[in-house]
């Protein structure tokens, strides 16, 4: 079982940074690779980025390339994502998710993912 916690969610400016967070419970928080998430209002959850379980393959959706960073600390048990040049539509709430074992091909898919935080939310003015 694991637990996961978002935290770093809050209000910016269009082209400002955040850094989000998400803490993990657990011993086991090396052998899971790890993913975010958003939910916009009206629309469907959508797969942001996702990370190897030693942090060595990233991927991430063609809209956010270059301007995001997702990252892990094993030994804090931590995943972070690093947003840069926010724009407005990147306002949504983020989700951090676990999935066991090497990642797959099928990354985007949410349904693949074992554990859910309960989201934080990013909002971006213009």
């Known amino acids: 079982q694991v637990q996961l916690v978002e935290s770093g969610g809050g209000l910016v400016q269009a082209g400002g940074s955040l850094r989000l967070s998400c803490a993990a419970s657990g011993r086991t928080f090396s052998s899971y690779s790890m993913g975010w998430f958003r939910q916009a209002p009206g629309k469907e959850r959508e797969f942001v980025a996702v990370?190897?379980?030693?942090?060595?393959?990233?991927y991430y959706t063609d809209s956010v390339k270059g301007r995001f960073t997702i990252s892990r600390d094993n030994a804090k048990t931590t995943v972070f994502l690093r947003m840069n040049s926010l724009k407005p539509e990147d306002t949504a709430v983020y989700y951090c998710a676990a999935k066991g074992g090497p990642l797959s091909g099928r990354y985007l898919s949410s349904n693949l993912y074992d554990y859910w935080g309960q989201g934080t939310q990013v909002t971006v003015s213009s």
């Open positions: 990370i190897s379980r030693n942090g060595g393959i990233t």
